[in-house]
């Protein structure tokens, strides 16, 4: 009998289906995989590329151009592992860390705007430098600054993000390996916790947040900046990275000078020139105390000065709005480096001093939004800053100032004074304060209901308007401490600025006006935002809470008490002493004390604590003369103990 064979299913669908191994397109036309990696010209006829490099069949064929378009990566972030489990140690030194980033090679910075990316795609050459192209000819401009090393033609991977691509190329370099994860953890650090502290209000509205996040990825400075500043802040917790913090500094003061050689073409270059400035040079203290950062200074003055210029007269409302966010900043720097920057340099800026700005509305329904260093009362800060460097140079001059005068002296006259040399000069000086006096008591702050509020639940509005008004008080307190003449013509209208009996001393009313400042800063509590604007009000008030002489006087060892009577009329001679002869006043002046050493505290926890410690060393050692009885002032002590920082 026949036997019929029937044939393996599986063997029947091998032999009837051809094999396509080595082919390059399969039978079937409509299965063929979609080229999403051809060249330009292909994609615009809608032809099927072979993908062949340097030129495609089909180019070939027609004779015609053929580039391919270059892969563009966005940094991001959250794919990313922040941490590594066995991170190796930082080198030893500056120099050590300085010498393994100088193997990585640099490119200069971006000078087209909006162009922050990218590009893994190599060439005909078997090794090349990682770069930017964006047309088929090349790009002029240079990529963002990241570091680059040389890769191989035929291993170059295809990665989803940008970090990853940096991760893929210093694992290849000499780059210690805690740098692999380091500029991805700093990023996120900073748009995690130091964009916070930076300004006083936090959201999408905070330029330090939104519009550094719309560009550090496209800006080798910012990305440098924004890393020096995280590192600064974490070295307090972690000493290794104050050098990583000097090392990102350094890289974005070079990107910065590349940059401003290379030109700036638009005022979008300035703009990103200038929001660097601002981030690395408002935070040179976080990195030295030393570190003034004047010259910084005098370049943001002079950037901004430019972008005006190249305005010119034409000036919408959203260049109107850019204009004042840098006019401002550089109003509160300038007004933070009033008080510790000599009389030389005060004159070589004064020109470039930012003009007033008006803070009440202008128009029935206009609403005044917080600015993010100056709040909302930008004259009040303008006057604050002129007061400093008035007091500063005033005590930096030669001839002897007029708070020697006894001023309980019921028989003073101002106008029976003697006339010697330098009195006119004194009488100059007053006359400046006494101007100044009268811009502060003039100004009007906004309400409540004028005010916009930024969406920060930590800084409602009303925390600016306190903020304000200390500030307005703290400079008063400077005027009436260094000119006492003009507190004694304000005496009869005192009650203007605080409701004190008439019969108060100058001292006295001083040491009020302090704890007046203390009390306004008791109602904002620690979380707000603001905090990054206290410190230099808080140093103003706290070294005016002086205990008077008696109130500093210790009993013997064998005094003894009437514990039935609470009050002996008996002489100190007699062993005996009142219990009740500490008074409310010195109470409260414990209390403020007390207040700020903690505020100060906790300062040095959730702002720069290099600055904070100093703040507090400075304050301190203020109340320690003061206690002894000797006549001080908190800008003599900060200049003999070299303790000049921007307090802010």
Not at 311 to 325: A, C, H, I, T, Y
Not at 400 to 424: G, R, T
Request: with cysteine; net charge neutral.
């Amino acid at each position: 009998m026949a036997t019929h064979m029937h044939p393996d299913p599986v063997s029947k669908v091998c032999n009837t289906t051809p094999s396509n191994v080595g082919q390059d397109s399969p039978t079937n036309p409509r299965r063929a995989p979609k080229s999403r990696q051809g060249c330009q010209r292909c994609k615009a006829k809608r032809l099927k590329c072979d993908e062949r490099k340097p030129h495609c069949l089909q180019c070939l064929k027609r004779k015609a151009d053929c580039c391919y378009a270059t892969k563009r990566l966005v940094w991001s972030t959250k794919h990313e592992k922040v941490l590594v489990a066995n991170d190796k140690p930082l080198p030893s030194s500056a120099k050590d860390l300085e010498r393994k980033l100088e193997d990585v090679s640099i490119s200069s910075t971006d000078r087209s705007p909006g162009k922050g990316f990218v590009g893994l795609d190599s060439k005909e050459d078997h090794s090349e430098v990682i770069g930017h192209d964006e047309t088929c000819e090349g790009s002029t401009s240079g990529s963002v600054h990241i570091y680059h090393t040389t890769i191989q033609r035929n291993s170059s991977p295809v990665f989803t993000d940008s970090l990853s691509a940096i991760r893929h190329q210093l694992q290849n370099s000499s780059v210690p390996e805690f740098l692999l994860h380091l500029p991805t953890m700093l990023v996120e650090y900073y748009f995690g916790y130091i964009c916070v502290i930076f300004s006083s209000f936090d959201g999408m509205l905070n330029p330090f947040r939104s519009t550094v996040g719309q560009l550090w990825d496209g800006s080798a400075p910012i990305y440098y900046a924004i890393q020096s500043m995280a590192a600064a802040y974490l070295s307090h917790h972690f000493p290794r990275m104050s050098t990583v913090g000097i090392q990102m500094q350094r890289e974005a003061f070079r990107c910065l000078y590349q940059s401003t050689r290379a030109g700036m073409d638009s005022q979008e270059d300035i703009d990103k020139t200038l929001l660097t400035v601002l981030l690395v040079g408002q935070t040179t203290a976080w990195h030295n105390p030393r570190d003034l950062g004047l010259a910084h200074l005098k370049t943001a003055k002079r950037l901004y000065k430019q972008r005006l210029a190249y305005q010119g007269l034409n000036v919408d409302s959203k260049m109107r709005r850019q204009n004042e966010f840098f006019e401002q900043c550089i109003l509160y720097w300038d007004l933070l480096a009033g008080f510790v920057e000599d009389e030389e340099n005060i004159l070589m800026l004064e020109d470039e001093t930012p003009r007033k700005i008006s803070a009440a509305p202008a128009a029935g329904n206009h609403r005044i939004f917080p600015h993010p260093w100056t709040g909302i009362a930008p004259n009040i800060q303008i006057l604050f800053a002129q007061v400093g460097r008035l007091i500063r140079s005033y005590r930096k001059s030669t001839f002897n100032p007029l708070s020697n005068i006894a001023l309980n002296d019921p028989f003073f006259d101002f106008n029976s004074l003697p006339v010697e040399q330098n009195v006119f000069t004194n009488i100059e000086w007053v006359t400046k304060a006494q101007l100044l006096e009268e811009e502060l008591l003039a100004v009007n702050l906004p309400s409540e209901t004028q005010l916009v509020d930024s969406g920060d639940k930590n800084t409602p509005v009303r925390q600016y308007i306190l903020l304000a008004e200390a500030y307005r008080c703290a400079a008063l307190l400077e005027i009436y401490r260094m000119f006492p003449t003009i507190y004694l013509k304000r005496q009869p209208d005192s009650k203007e600025i605080l409701s004190l009996p008439a019969l108060y001393s100058a001292d006295e009313f001083l040491i009020s006006l302090a704890l007046h400042v203390i009390s306004l800063l008791e109602k904002i509590p620690p979380s707000s935002g603001t905090r990054c604007l206290q410190p230099i009000v808080m140093i103003v008030a706290a070294t005016e809470l002086r205990f008077s002489p008696v109130s500093m006087q210790t009993f013997p060892i064998d005094t003894t008490f009437d514990l039935n009577s609470g009050y002996e009329q008996g002489s100190a001679l007699s062993g005996t002493v009142g219990l009740n002869s500490i008074t409310r006043f010195e109470l409260d002046i414990a209390t403020a004390r007390r207040f700020i050493v903690t505020r100060f505290q906790d300062f040095k926890l959730s702002l720069a604590a290099k600055p904070m410690t100093k703040a507090l060393i400075l304050i301190e050692e203020t109340w320690a003369r003061a206690d002894l009885g000797q006549e001080v002032f908190w800008m003599d002590v900060m200049s003999e103990m070299k303790l000049e920082c921007i307090y802010g």
